[in-house]
């Protein structure tokens, strides 16, 4: 079963330093942190907060690219992780009416799902889990900012893109 998600922000990992894209569930109520490159991070930053920049960036030229040859990207899934690397499909249909699944990085299928203004997902399953390695994090984090609850998670047992 998929859950609907929004985007709550990015925040840089301290411990890491690398962003991290913040997705929260319809009811707030379950997180799923997908740690991402810097350049996606810019990407998706740009969108969310409403900029345009003066030449096209990677998730603006295939949006551009997509709809001059009529196709449309309906919804993005964050599907599974395997070795410690979220997968996600995205899912795009054409001037015919043709569905296409296609396999995706999660960064990329967030950057289009904010250009194309469509829903992103996360499998249960996959929140379920997530969340049984958070829950011990969380309950030491009670209080605090997301910032300092993010500085003491470890990347590797929460997943990267």
């Known amino acids: 079963m998929e859950v609907l998600m929004n985007i709550a922000g990015i925040a840089l990992d301290p411990l890491t330093n690398m962003p991290v894209v913040i997705l929260l569930d319809e009811k707030g109520d379950r997180k799923l942190l997908v740690w991402i490159g810097m350049l996606e991070a810019v990407s998706i930053g740009t969108e ?15 949006k551009s690219m997509l709809e001059e040859l009529g196709a449309t990207v309906t919804k993005v899934a964050i599907c599974y992780v395997k070795d410690s690397t979220y997968y996600a499909v995205t899912d795009l249909v054409d001037k015919d009416g043709k569905v296409f699944h296609k396999d995706s990085r999660p960064s990329d299928a967030i950057g ?8 992103i997902y996360a499998e249960e399953k996959l929140l379920s889990n997530v ?6 994090e969380d309950s030491l984090n009670a209080g605090e900012s997301e910032e300092t609850d993010l500085a003491k998670m470890d990347p590797e047992k929460m997943h990267k893109a």
């Open 48 to 62: 969310l907060a409403g900029m345009k920049p003066l030449r096209p960036l990677a998730h603006d030229l295939a």
């Open 112 to 119: 289009l799902a904010l250009r194309f203004k469509c829903p």
């Open 131 to 136: 969340n049984k390695d958070l829950a011990t």
